[in-house]
């Protein structure tokens, strides 16, 4: 088992900037690829980014490319997700997911999910 919690999420102004963390506990951080989802109210869960084991690849999705950096600090069991200039339809709760077996953007490869952080964008 992997324990996820998210942390970081808040209200902000379109524009503007937040850093979300995700701590990892319970088994070797390392042997997980990493990825962000978000879901806002009345929509589906999207991919937002993912990061593989030694952080040496990522991916994002379209909407959030060149804005949001995914990062991680296995010596930390810590994922991060940088957003920069933000926007109104960038408000959900966002999760950090771990996969043992594959990285990149379907949900379905991610095994371990964490609770969620409310991200609020104002315009």
């Known amino acids: 088992q992997v324990q996820l919690v998210e942390s970081g999420g808040g209200l902000v102004q379109a524009g503007g900037s937040l850093r979300l963390s995700c701590t990892a506990s319970?088994?070797?951080?390392?042997?997980?690829?990493m990825g962000w989802f978000r879901q806002a109210p009345g929509k589906e869960r999207e991919f937002v980014a993912a990061i593989t084991w030694s952080g040496g690849n990522t991916d994002y999705a379209d909407s959030v490319k060149g804005r949001f950096t995914i990062s991680r600090d296995n010596a930390k069991n810590s994922l991060y997700l940088q957003m920069n200039s933000l926007k109104p339809e960038d408000t959900a709760v966002y999760y950090c997911?771990?996969?043992?077996?594959?990285?990149?953007?379907?949900?379905?490869?991610?095994?371990?999910w964490g609770q969620g952080t409310q991200v609020t964008v104002s315009s």
């Open positions: 997911a771990a996969s043992g077996r594959r990285w990149g953007s379907n949900w379905y490869d991610y095994d371990y």
């Open positions: 319970g088994r070797t951080f390392s042997n997980y690829a």
